[in-house]
């Protein structure tokens, strides 16, 4: 079956950096969008980072332009979203998504294929 697992996520302070990691199985990794959303307690899921199936071109929220890094590494099947400058706003469970097949962007949450399980980040001021 289609799996997403994550690791990385953790506590850390403002300013200090985090990566979070995220291996898939079980479905072509190339042929889908991969990357992150993330949810902030008492709020709904929302996009972080995305990787597109068309050409792995890459699109950030705005509160994570310029902070955030997406990649990914095919041989592997991982996508990482490198964290830096991290503020208190970013605690949250992050969920790494694939969407697809041959998605160009990852859209809303309700078109989200597969998720990972989540992991939490935690940023003290």
């Known amino acids: 079956e289609a799996q997403l697992v994550e690791s990385g996520g953790g506590l850390d302070q403002a300013g200090g950096s985090l990566t979070l990691s995220c291996v898939a199985s079980g479905f072509t990794f190339d042929d889908y969008a991969i990357g992150w959303f993330r949810q902030v307690a008492g709020k709904e899921r929302e996009g972080v980072s995305c990787?597109?199936?068309?050409?792995?071109?890459?699109d950030y929220a705005d509160a994570m332009k310029g902070r955030f890094t997406i990649s990914s590494d095919s041989a592997k099947n991982t996508v990482y979203l490198q964290m830096n400058n991290l503020k208190p706003e970013d605690t949250a469970t992050y969920y790494c998504?694939?969407?697809?097949?041959?998605?160009?962007?990852?859209?809303?949450?309700?078109?989200?294929?597969?998720w990972g399980q989540g992991t939490l980040v935690n940023v003290s001021s």
């Open positions: 998504v694939a969407v697809g097949p041959y998605a160009r962007d990852c859209h809303g949450a309700n078109d989200v294929d597969y």
């Open positions: 990787l597109s199936a068309i050409d792995r071109d890459t």
